[in-house]
């Protein structure tokens, strides 16, 4: 089976520098900068594999674009990015800034090749270190 690429969405005022990195690495990017244009496309019916969102934005909390993320597909894997400890809502994964681009780098394949097992890997992982 091929490498999936994307596309991911990326939604964070600061993402373009990781953005760029990722689509230099072969991937699909989508960036958005603002969580109301996020949840439009989202709305109608933009497609991605993967998100990725940063908790907190200028123009709002990424956890609204999370949670309609996972409304629209349960199973795919959302990665929130925050400066904060804590857990942003409805996502499966959170890294915590300034985070190393290599934890993404490390993470999204296995996300992308299979979301499900990536989702289910999460929760097993979650529920051992309990």
Known sequence: MAESKGPILYVDDEGEIN???????GYQVVLYENIDKAIEAI??????????IDRLLPSGDGGEVAKISKIINPFMPII?????????ESVDLQINKPYAHRK?????PHALKDPKKFLEDLCLYTNISQ
């Open 104 to 108: 993404l780098k490390k993470i999204i």
């Open 43 to 52: 709305e109608e019916g933009l497609t991605y594999k993967l998100a990725i």
């Open 80 to 88: 929130g990015v925050s400066k904060y400890e804590a857990k942003m």
């Open 19 to 25: 953005a760029e990195l990722l689509e230099s690495e």
